[in-house]
Every structure is written in C-alpha cells, then in structure tokens.
C-alpha cells in the first residue's frame, strides 16, 4: 500500500512521463532509476513518519528497485511500440490545421511527416496566409484554402484538435485569426508571437515534429490533474454501468411495452474539440421523434435553435396520459424528469468519449447553427452534468446564458469544483429542479 501510494505521489508532481514517447533507450532507463529513487525514498519518509518501518527489510526496498528497473523498461518500450501501432490508423490521431505561406508549405509537410518524430497528429487543411485561391502541392492531399471567413467557417465545423501558425517571416502575424480561434476555444501554436501581448498567455513551449512552438489554450490543466479527472470518470463510469445493468432490467420493459422497438437510444454527437462520438441514452420518444420534430420547432424555447426544449412534448412515450393537474405522466416523462434516462451515458463516460462533468453534446445540425462564440464549449469534454444542469437546467432558455455558463465553468475549472457540480446535481436530480 505504502509503495503504491508513493507511486501516485511521484507521478502526480513530476514530470517523470514527460515526453517519454521521445526518449532514446539511455535516457528512458535513467528516468527510470529517478522515478524508482524517488519512490521508495517517499516509502521509507512515509515508514519512517508513521512509526512502522519494521515492516519493510532493506532486503524487500533492494529486491524493488532491482527487478523494478529493468521490468519497468521491458514493459515501456512495448507500451511504446503498442501507441506507435495504434497512431498508424489517422482515426486515433489529433487533427491539426496548418496556417502558413505558399512558399512554406512543401518544406513544412515534409518535416511535420519526418518519421524521426512521434506523430500524435495528422493534418487536415492547409490555409495559406498569402493565398486568394485554392492551390494544389505535388504529393499533398489535404485541401490548401486561401485565408478568408470561408476558412475560418470551415475550422468552426470541422474537426479540429488544435490550428499550428507557421509564421514565415516576411508576412504579417494573423491576429485577427488568432483572435478568432481563441474566441472558438481551439488550441493554437505558433513560432512567432508578440510574447508581451496579454491577450494570448502561452501555456507552454513544445514540439510539433521539429519545430519548436509556443501554445495557447483556454483551459489550462496540469497532467496529474487530467490524470485525477480521468480516474474520476473511470471510477463513476464503472459504478454508473453497474448502476445502469441494474435498471435496464425494470425500464426496458416498460419503455418496450409501450413503444416497441430499440430499448437504447443512439444518436451522433459533437464532442471534445468539435469530434463526433455516438452518445447512449435509455429511449424516451417514440421512433419518428426525429422526423416530427420538423412540425414542431415553432414550440422551440430555446433562442436561435441552438437547442430543442418544448413543454409537453408529444413526442415523449407515454405523453398522451396526464396526471391530475393536467401533466404528461408517460414513462418517458418519468425517466425524463428523474434523469434515469440518462444513465446509459456511463458507458460514454468509461471509454473516454464524455466525462462526469462537462458541456452537453448538441446534435450535428445544432453544431452546424453555431456561432463563433459557442464553439469554445467544445474545448472540453462533454459531460453527463455541469454549470448548466445545476444552475437552472430547462427553465434557462437562452443559449447565450448556457454557453456563458459553459464558459464560467472552463475559467474557474478545478477537481473541486467537479466534485461541488457533481454533489448539486445530486441535489438537483432528487429535487426534479428544472426537469422537463
């Protein structure tokens, strides 16, 4: 216990798996013998604070750190062959804009593709700085597009992990690009940038294949607290798909009795940075949901169609039945207002597609009706709650004040403040507050 306890102390405040897909052979089992050190002189600190060093022999702590030396090598360097393997599919890859001259663009592909570097990306357009027309590169595939709204429409509602400025020195740095990439709260680097310029606070200097740039990020998190979130998400999502086994046993009969058809829901939506998953859900409307809710967006109370909230949706299973005081009481509205139905979305959350807390994925024609300034919201991973859900949820109609909230929750983001959010929507779910 002390050991494994020692191992999450060094990794959550070292840098011990920093830029470890980079190293060479020498250099990976040198940080290994630092990060062992390390370890077991936190274990013997910690035996030695609590009065039971008695436990542990010298011999055990010499045994470690022999065996753990060359094991832990053994089983980097196939990890690292294994993430390698898995990166070859352009799927598994972070997808990069590049924004640079036309006289730069052949040399810049052919570094960014040198294979003496670990690629964790792949580029998917190619935006020239001084282009007024669409250009062609021999053995260059992806689009070359001049700089214009066009473009910058094209980033809005596409798939875009992070935009890379390759800034040739005899042209003019792009601001207002920069100002309107950052306002979409998508992740820029450049090699050139006004370092006094408070606008754009560099987060950190890194590589991208040889070139060594400066990024800008709206959210800022260091790995051992992305490390933590993640564990969260596991933990909750492990508990959640117990959780859901459980009620599926009771809600799918009576969601199948009274609509037959697909017990789960499946529907596309955008993700972390703009990419698509499919989200899960128990399923509350009957199976043309979608091809009525054409006929009913004049009942929409959302502002702008960003969203679709309606009171008394008759397209909700088991609407047609109300209550005493008037009230749609159908099945779909009991999951609906308990948020049972939502349950599903553990399994999305297990896998790394949505976390425990987050923004709420909209659909892809929702995606497509936003504006620059909604397109931050994508800068994280959506979530099965966040700042919308517990502070007001459907009785909030406007998409400004959501994505306001969206907004609020990436400035002030901590492991505290999802855990406040999470305990709220606790509070919230068993109040019904705001359920429609």
């Not at 310029?197 to 709206?218: C, E, F, H, K, N």
């Not at 508990?239 to 609509?259: D, E, H, M, Q």
């Not at 606790?426 to 359920?435: E, S």
């Amino acid at each position: 216990m002390v050991l494994t306890v020692s191992q999450i102390v060094i990794i959550l405040f070292t840098d011990g798996y920093s830029g470890i897909l980079r190293r060479k052979k020498f250099d990976e089992l040198v940080s290994i013998i630092k990060y062992i050190v390390g370890v077991l002189i936190f274990s013997l600190v910690c035996l030695f604070v609590f009065k039971t060093s008695e436990i542990a022999s010298r011999l055990q702590f010499g045994t470690t750190m022999t065996l753990f030396v060359p094991i832990s090598f053994c089983f980097r360097q196939l990890n690292k062959m294994r993430i390698y393997r898995f990166r070859l599919d352009e799927r598994n890859k972070r997808s990069l804009v590049l924004v640079t001259g036309r006289d730069c663009v052949s040399d810049a592909m052919k570094k960014l593709s040198d294979p003496e570097y670990y690629h964790e990306y792949f580029v998917s357009k190619i935006i020239l700085l001084d282009g007024d027309q669409e250009e062609a590169y021999d053995g260059i595939t992806v689009p070359v597009i001049p700089m214009g709204e066009e473009a910058i429409r094209l980033i809005a509602h596409s798939w875009v992990d992070e935009v890379f400025i390759l800034q040739p020195d005899s042209l003019t740095f792009p601001t207002a690009l920069l100002d309107s990439l950052m306002g979409m709260g998508i992740t820029v680097s450049y090699t050139v940038t006004s370092l006094n310029d408070g606008r754009w606070p560099a987060s950190g200097i890194r590589r991208i294949g040889p070139y060594m740039v400066l990024t800008d990020s709206v959210l800022h998190a260091s790995t051992g607290q992305l490390m933590v979130k993640r564990i969260m998400d596991i933990i909750g999502g492990l508990v959640g798909c117990i959780l859901t086994g459980v009620l599926f046993l009771f809600v799918a009969p009576a969601i199948y009795r009274k609509s037959p058809g697909p017990i789960f829901f499946k529907q596309e939506r955008i993700g972390l940075n703009g990419r698509p998953f499919i989200m899960h859900k128990f399923r509350t409307m009957y199976p043309d949901a979608e091809e009525r809710k054409k006929e009913l967006m004049s009942k929409n109370r959302v502002s702008g169609d960003l969203m679709f909230k309606m009171d008394d949706d008759p397209r909700i299973i088991g609407s047609e039945k109300k209550d005493r005081k008037g009230r749609p009481a159908g099945i779909g509205n009991f999951l609906r207002n308990t948020s049972l139905d939502e349950f599903p979305q553990f399994y999305d959350i297990l896998v790394g597609k949505m976390s425990l807390v987050g923004w709420r994925p909209c659909t892809l024609p929702e995606w497509e009706k936003y504006k620059r300034r909604h397109r931050i919201r994508a800068t994280m991973k959506p979530g099965l709650t966040g700042m919308w859900q517990v502070s007001g949820r459907s009785e909030i109609t406007d998409f400004d004040e959501v994505c306001r909230l969206d907004k609020e929750y990436m400035d002030n983001w901590s492991l505290w403040l999802d855990i406040k959010i999470i305990l709220k929507t606790f509070l919230v779910v068993l109040t019904r507050k705001g359920a429609k």
